[in-house]
């Protein structure tokens, strides 16, 4: 029998989900003032918004269930590289426009099947944060749904480009649907969903949106992998620096 | 990366129901689904209302600056047509 006990794994569970939050989050809050047009980067930044909040409700449950006295912040500003446990399609810098819309498509497909499922968490207090976080992610898959038709059906270059932007993020997606010993408690306790289930839902809404974009579902590659076991690309380090550079320099400090 | 700009459209918000829609400033949009979109992350953000509506500026039909006089001026010397030249009873609940 495992050894991991129901509370320990929510607190993993929990903390995986507010580490994909934050570090996508922090991803695309790199677009505020660089976005495409005026309306696009409030757009894009409204998300980034939306992502962070989300990541503070989990992180402070985390924080909670762990019960030694760290803090949501503690959390976010003073774990290192190895100790963030969010799946590497959430750290890919952010490229150009066309990969960062791909990227999170995608990542938006999966939480949107995700947040909906866990509305009927045996968790309380997980299922109360996702209602609050379905209804947004049914909001990002609305807007980048829209992109994906708009650049895939658009001009040869657009096609091209959001087209290359999907290859490029697709190795990363078998990660979001991987099952380990905290997944698998997760299940069993009625907490999460079924990871084979929500990769049927994400296939199928995700192949829908390209096929009516007229764009190549990419062929299946070897996996990258390794985020929730605390294994990054070389990028985390960089989005982690910048992230945490001021509660680093000056610790404790408020204002 | 042609610099042509979207279509513009106008914004407007209803605050609460009951109200009326208000012209709160404008957007621009490649169509209407985007535009509501824009307007619902541009114009909703505080919180500032519970219904959008969005038309494009090319759509509205605006009196021009120089028809004022024709238009608006003849109605300034027809002050009995504000209902100030009634009496009302006193009893009168308003």
Redesign the interface.
């Known amino acids: 029998m495992s050894a991991l006990t129901r509370q320990a794994a929510l607190f993993e569970y929990v903390l995986r989900l507010g580490d994909d939050a934050l570090i996508n989050g922090q991803r695309l809050s790199e677009w505020c003032g660089h976005g495409p047009f005026l309306e696009e980067d409030i757009g894009l930044a409204n998300t980034a918004l939306d992502l962070i909040g989300r990541a503070r409700m989990l992180l402070s449950y985390a924080a909670d269930l762990e019960g030694r006295g760290r803090t949501e912040d503690d959390l976010a500003y003073l774990r290192d590289e190895r100790q963030w446990f969010n799946v590497l399609i959430m750290e890919l810098p952010r490229g150009d426009f066309a990969f960062s819309t791909a990227r999170q498509f995608l990542v938006d497909s999966y939480n949107y099947f995700l947040y909906e499922a866990l509305q009927a968490s045996t968790d309380a207090r997980l299922a109360a944060i996702a209602g609050k976080a379905f209804k947004e992610a049914k909001y990002h898959l609305r807007h980048t749904s829209e992109w994906m038709l708009r650049l895939g059906d658009g001009t040869q270059e657009s096609h091209a480009k959001i087209q290359q932007a999907l290859e490029e993020a697709w190795p990363y997606t078998g990660e979001l649907f991987e099952v380990d010993e905290v997944e698998q408690q997760i299940l069993q306790a009625g907490i999460g969903p079924d990871a084979a289930e929500l990769a049927r839902q994400w296939q199928k809404k995700v192949g829908a949106v390209l096929a009516e974009a007229g764009l190549q579902r990419p062929k299946e590659v070897w996996p990258q992998t390794g985020g929730r076991q605390g294994l990054h690309t070389e990028h985390m380090g960089y989005l982690l620096a910048e992230m945490q550079c001021v509660q680093r320099a000056y610790p404790g400090q408020q204002w | 990366m042609n610099d042509k700009h979207?279509p513009l459209w106008e914004v407007f918000v209803r605050s609460r129901r009951g109200l009326d829609h208000k012209h709160v400033g404008s957007?621009?949009?490649?169509d209407a689904?985007?535009a509501m979109?824009?307007a619902?992350?541009?114009y909703t953000?505080r919180n500032e209302g519970g219904s959008l509506w969005v038309v494009r500026s090319a759509d509205i039909h605006a009196s021009q600056p120089e028809d004022e006089p024709s238009l608006f001026e003849p109605a300034e010397d027809k002050i009995y047509r504000h209902p100030t030249f009634y009496d009302v009873p006193e009893d009168l609940k308003l």
């Open positions: 979207l957007i621009h949009a490649a689904e985007q979109q824009y619902r992350d541009t953000r």
